[in-house]
């Protein structure tokens, strides 16, 4: 392992943190004026960004300065994969000061607890915002200031395409660990290049991410939105996230064009953005009927949104006892419960309301974003399953969404039905295909191999938060929401509820299912692997 050189690289990802921190800090100090520099320094909703610059700043500057060896030996696989695991937790540590050093200052709490409560809670949201998952522990967030309220969902946009693919395109000469880097960090089993050379290729994966947040945010204002919310709301749909300035997130508009302007990028967000530069810049359009991970997304969503509404449609929500006895961290009287019941049911209660609901439902969880605009923990169980279903599936390879991505769970489903037909015939020889193209065996291995450790790491949290949590639902979802980047779940973590009731303990143990999931298991325990620190 080659020390210096991991310090050296963190140290530059800083520095790229204290120049993207500038673009909240302007709004946090636009909202704070007129006021004297006294009272601005002083101003919680400013100082904590002006905190933040200044020590990632310097801290990066002191990282950079170490000696870098540049005698990196091998694949640089440990350098590569340790850079971005300690990477995400180093920038999640600095870029949750401005909230840290809010939250510290608005709650009446006191002593060593408070500092502690606070800087969990900022951490968890950060460490939400950066691996696009969307929990939040947030009670009322229209109360936030902007600054604090942009940053959360830059931290998105930031973390959607990757921080380390950013400083890549930034900064492009990191060594023989460049690929290794980017190998940890963009979703999927392959990391296909644009370019020969990999920073031109993080530069056009950015440059293809940003055009399509731009074009979203201006359809968005159109809309209705202000631009500091369009551009709030875009950054959590590109990056399917799910922040969102409202408390009841994209619902409050209650909007028929904001809602389909936000599913069909959503639909975007969840392909692999290979396919956008192809189609956008070389109008290679044939590209989308050949890619079979495309059409294999495409029918999970249409057949998922077909189901969903005419469930909806013919059933309406789920029983009215199992919705009350459904658990809520804080009970509902027994009038706002029949009031959510009456308002839930009207969404659905034409064919065009349940098609719109399961469209932007169905679309919201299998590409992981997060976004809500009804109670989903109202529907029938058979719905619920199905979302929860969803959650694991995820988006492409290559998108910004998480979960275990179509193109391995289209592996595993052949890799089964080719035992089933060699299990007849013992004598056949049957590659698994994708398209035209056989993978190597090697490929099949590591995809069942991460679909098996996904699925432990689940029942292993699961049974953590079980211990943790007393309803067992509740339990089972915070760890599929959180380990497939999702946010949020049923019952007491459901549509409505969020993730501020959560025991301590439980929220570092689901920030760890987040920076897994986001990174894909794999890096993040080669990076904690001890074979990985050996010299």
Known sequence: MNYSYVIFTIGKLLQVLAITLCIPAGIALFECLPCSTRDLLSDNRFFGFLVTIVSSAIVGSILTLIKRDRRLRGNAVREGFTIVTFGWIVLTFFGSLPLYIYLLSTRDLQGSYAVFVSFTDAYFEIMSGFTTTGATILTDIEVLPKGILFWRSMTHWLGGMGIVTLALSIFPAFGVTAYQMFRGEVPGPTTERLRPGLNQTATILWGVYALLTFAEAFLLYLGGMTIFEAFCHAFGTMATGGFSTKNASIGAYNSNYIDWIIILFMFFAGMNFMLHYQVLFLQKFRVLGKNHEFKFYVTVIVVAIALTTVTLYIQGLGNKDDIARSFRHTELSQENLTQRIAKEKDKVSSLYGAFRQASFQVLSITTTTGFCTADFDMWPNVLRLLLVVLMFFGGCA??????????????????????????????????????????????????????????????????????????????????????????????????????????????????????????????????????????
């Open 398 to 535: 290559g998108s910004t969404g998480g979960g275990i991505k179509m193109i391995r769970i289209m592996v595993v489903l052949k890799t089964a039905w080719r035992e089933v037909k060699t299990i007849i015939q013992p004598r056949l020889i049957l590659p698994i295909k994708i398209g035209k193209k056989a993978l190597e065996e090697k490929q099949v291995a590591n995809i069942l191999g991460f679909f098996m450790l996904f699925i432990c790491l689940f029942i292993i949290f699961t049974g953590i938060m079980s211990l943790i949590i007393s309803d067992f639902t509740t339990a089972i979802t915070t760890v599929a929401a959180t380990i497939c980047n999702i946010g949020p779940g049923l019952s007491g973590i459901g549509a409505t509820e969020n993730y501020a009731w959560i025991p301590l303990g439980g929220k570092w143990v689901l920030s760890l299912c987040m920076l897994m999931g986001r990174l894909e298991v794999y890096t993040v325990i080669v990076a904690f692997s001890p074979i990985t620190w050996r010299k």
